[in-house]
């Protein structure tokens, strides 16, 4: 993988802000061959320290053709550089004449000036922080740019030598039919679409994957009389296995002449930064110190006279047990999409409009897991809460349980609890009664659990020295392993 940053989104926040003011090109020049010479000076191979100069000479010319005054040496810098080497033919002065750079060359000035500024500028703190290493549309541009994949295949070549490395390289009977179905799909596709010959770069697997999201789906036959279609999802897949393919078969046996690279975690980098910087800092601290949620239901009678129905809301208690790594990033997927549904990027914008429109949104794609993401996005947006990052936020009206839970959430009428606690016309003669009315007005007073209240003995119940009326629970009684709690009773 060619990132310094890997999986979280909290090391992607040091990458965000320029590493430092504009520097004067001449500075920036000179500053760079007292990096080459002070890194290299000590070399044995000599031609080490020539090479980096040269490359900073080149820099130098590119700078004065280009009339850049200041430089500030960040990601969009050595974009541009690289995408303007592409074009420029930079002379060097050589024994035999001038002669411009090769396309290694240029590579490498690219390559050797990023390292300077990783392993001189930043240690020196002449910058505030280090350039990451891929930048551009891709992470393959760095590579595709400067060689190419290999010549065009034939299409059923192509994919005579898929079946080739199926069989080279899968190791069980299931992993065999699976790429074999993905084959099978690739080699549809490319009937469909006409295709005779190919390159089996990024950029045609990247084309593949959004005919694959537009075309109606793919048909194929099984046994002789069914024809049945390829799930959207096989068809995705259908581009990562074929990569595999090619890097594991293809580039080994030099049939191609580099592998094939990704663009899927670029992608979530450059989604995150533009993101406000409070929910960058809210979705990296999440990441570290995000904990479980307990959402206590609460039933809230509305006011039939102004016409307010009865609502349940809840009552969220933060745990002291931190989420799992992979819980906590499908929760931060699912507030990025959710962001990117609202059309907000900062979570501190966001309204009960903006979970009515995502609400709106599951139910016009008929997502299964839609309380599953609601569940998710709460999670997040009530940590955030908790930390400051935002004052309020739409969910409290968000249950958490998950889909196919079974968590129950039933509530007792109000009209229910008054014939329970009415006691007009209780018959006082009959014990058992009494003693029925007596514990469901505890247990409604307390709060107890029907565990703890069947727990109960008459020496729980004592009045303190005031006269006043409490209820003991001792670790016998209580759920889980709490130490003795006096619950005080109110006497009407």
């Not at 592409?86 to 240029?106: F, L, V």
């Not at 962001?339 to 016009?364: Q, R, T």
């Not at 069947?454 to 392993?481: C, M």
Request: glycine residues 4%; charged residues 30%; contains cysteine.
């Amino acid at each position: 993988m060619d990132y310094e940053i890997q999986n979280k989104f909290s090391d992607a926040l040091k990458y965000a802000p320029p590493p430092c003011p504009p520097i004067p090109s001449a500075i920036f020049i000179e500053q760079l061959r007292t990096a080459a010479d002070f890194m290299f000076h000590k070399d044995k191979k000599r031609g080490n320290l020539s090479n980096r100069l040269m490359y900073i000479q080149c820099l130098e010319a590119y700078l004065q053709i280009k009339g850049i005054q200041k430089v500030v040496p960040d990601e969009d810098f050595f974009k541009q550089l690289s995408i303007d080497l592409e074009t420029m033919e930079i002379p060097r002065k050589e024994t035999i004449g001038i002669q411009p750079y090769d396309a290694e060359s240029q590579r490498r000035i690219v390559q050797t000036i990023r390292y300077f500024i990783n392993t001189y500028f930043y240690p020196e703190k002449l910058v505030s922080r280090r350039v990451i290493k891929v930048y551009s549309n891709a992470r393959l541009k760095r590579i595709s740019r400067f060689q190419k994949l290999s010549e065009p295949f034939p299409s059923e070549k192509l994919v005579e030598l898929l079946y080739r490395a199926n069989v080279s390289i899968t190791r069980n009977r299931s992993s065999f039919r699976i790429f074999r179905t993905r084959i099978e799909v690739f080699g549809e596709y490319l009937k469909k679409h006409r295709i005779e010959s190919l390159i089996p770069d990024e950029n045609f697997l990247l084309k593949c994957l959004d005919d694959f999201k537009k075309d109606p789906p793919l048909k194929r036959t099984k046994g002789s009389s069914k024809t049945h279609s390829y799930s959207r999802y096989v068809k995705i897949r259908t581009i990562r296995e074929a990569r595999i393919l090619l890097n594991r078969y293809f580039f080994p046996k030099e049939i191609i002449k580099r592998p094939i690279l990704i663009d899927l975690v670029r992608r979530r980098y450059e989604r995150f930064l533009r993101l406000t910087r409070n929910t960058q800092q809210a979705i990296a601290w999440f990441e570290d110190h995000g904990r479980m949620i307990k959402a206590l239901p609460v039933y809230k009678e509305g006011n039939s006279q102004i016409g307010t129905p009865d609502t349940i809301r809840y009552i969220y208690r933060i745990t002291d047990k931190k989420l799992k790594p992979a819980s906590t990033i499908g929760k931060v997927n699912h507030v990025l999409n959710f962001l990117s549904v609202v059309e907000k990027n900062g979570i501190e914008n966001v309204g009960e409009s903006d979970l009515k429109k995502f609400i709106n949104h599951c139910d016009a794609k008929k997502l299964a897991q839609k309380q599953d993401y609601l569940a998710h996005i709460a999670t997040f947006f009530i940590n955030a809460q908790a930390e400051g990052f935002v004052a309020d936020h739409p969910f409290k009206q968000i249950s958490l349980k998950m889909r196919g839970s079974n968590v129950r959430v039933d509530f007792i009428p109000k009209e229910a609890i008054d014939k329970l606690l009415n006691v007009s016309a209780l018959d006082l003669k009959n014990p058992i009664e009494v003693r029925n009315a007596a514990a469901c007005a505890l247990a409604y007073d307390a709060g107890l659990r029907a565990g703890e209240l069947y727990g109960l003995d008459v020496a729980n119940i004592s009045t303190d020295a005031d006269g006043d009326v409490y209820v003991a629970l001792d670790e016998r009684i209580q759920k889980g392993t709490k130490p003795k709690t006096i619950l005080y009773l109110l006497v009407y």
